[in-house]
């Protein structure tokens, strides 16, 4: 749905299950999704449940210290927030307008 | 057994350190089932395969791990735990044996000290506190029973005591707790009536590492 809104031009990568593929989350694959899309404009991550968020927030501290004020975790719902965020983020704008795009909905 | 030329470590850390991970791991694959069935209870499930999967994980990297001094075998246990669990109890789990690690490093904090460092840093990372049905509900107690003990001095064996004693009471008072954090929180008055899983394999975990204190102790 992100590529339909803004094909190519926002780097967006995704990852679900846990260690074994079963239902739950990876802080390897977190971690290794946010260096795929790094980029100095920062990154705007989208969790569904408690877990993810709490795995999210593990997988930020082990990036470099440098990267990890430019990561934010949006506290949005993650197939809306991420179409938000993209969209926003397509143009052009700041991680904190991304971030709060994607969050002033759901407010 | 792994070697570390130039640091060999004193036999009483590698051995307390094998004990850790074999009541650790054995206290947890034996409850992985009554785990989940708590978890099913009010949450999704799946608490005991996520504690079975990271426990395996540290069991497979025994040797390695206890020929490391004990901050670095419990930061290494703690990454283990953040890599393999899969849920949130990783991170939990994670942050506090990373955080008793790094309270470790200078080779005198007292176990009490660690606890407290460790805690600390579970209460950060899950923006939580005793009374909200987790796993703080076991390891607070514990932590202050240990403290009272160790203030007192009281005998090895009676601090243990009143270390389990402070595990089981402080699982059992979640039962009438309403859970605010986690997937439980959902369920709101409905949490109610059911111990939390994240406490019981706290408390399960505080009693493998008090026999485990014990049997290493053992002359």
């Known amino acids: ?17 846990n260690p074994e593929g079963g239902l739950g989350t990876n802080v390897a694959a977190i971690k290794h999704c946010i260096e795929q899309v790094y980029g100095p404009k920062g990154v705007a ?29 949006c506290s949005a719902p993650v197939v809306e927030g991420a179409v938000m965020a993209a969209t926003e983020a397509a143009g052009g704008s700041s991680l904190a307008k991304v971030r709060a795009t994607a969050e002033e909905m759901f407010r | 057994m792994s070697s570390n030329p ?3 470590m004193p036999a009483e850390t590698t ?6 991970i074999d009541a650790g791991t054995a206290a ?23 504690m079975v999967r990271g426990f395996s994980a540290i069991a497979e990297a025994r040797e390695a791990i206890r020929a490391l001094p004990l901050s670095s075998a419990l930061e290494e246990m703690g990454k283990l735990l953040v890599m393999n ?11 506090l044996l990373l955080a008793m690690g790094r309270a470790a490093a200078g080779g005198n904090a007292s176990a009490g000290k660690m606890l407290e460092e460790g805690i600390a840093a579970v209460k950060k990372r899950g923006r939580s506190d005793r009374g909200e049905k987790t796993m703080l509900d076991v390891l ?18 009676d601090a243990i005591e009143r270390v389990k004693r402070a595990a089981r009471e402080g699982l059992e008072s979640t039962r009438p707790l309403l859970a605010t954090k986690g997937r439980a929180s959902y369920l709101r008055e409905r949490s109610i009536g059911h111990l939390d899983p994240g406490a019981c ?16 102790t053992k002359p």
């Not at chain 2, 947890?28 to 395969?49: F, S, T």
């Open chain 1, 1 to 17: 749905m992100v590529r339909q809104m803004v094909g190519r031009e926002v780097r967006v990568a995704h990852c679900g299950g």
């Open chain 1, 45 to 73: 991550v989208l969790v569904d449940l408690g877990g993810a968020e709490t795995n999210s927030e593990m997988a930020i501290e082990m990036l470099p210290k440098e990267w990890q004020a430019n990561i934010v975790v």
């Open chain 2, 6 to 8: 130039g640091t060999s």
């Open chain 2, 15 to 20: 051995l307390l350190v094998a004990s850790l």
């Open chain 2, 28 to 50: 947890i694959r034996a409850n992985a089932d009554a785990l989940g069935e708590l978890d099913r209870a009010i949450g999704d499930g799946d608490h005991g395969v996520n």
């Open chain 2, 85 to 95: 669990v899969g849920g949130a109890s990783g991170p939990l789990y994670g942050s």
């Open chain 2, 140 to 157: 607070i107690p514990v932590q202050l029973a240990l403290a009272q003990a160790c203030a007192e001095g009281v005998a090895v064996r």
């Open chain 2, 201 to 216: 394999s706290s408390s399960l975990l505080v009693h493998a590492a008090c026999d485990a204190f014990l049997e290493s």
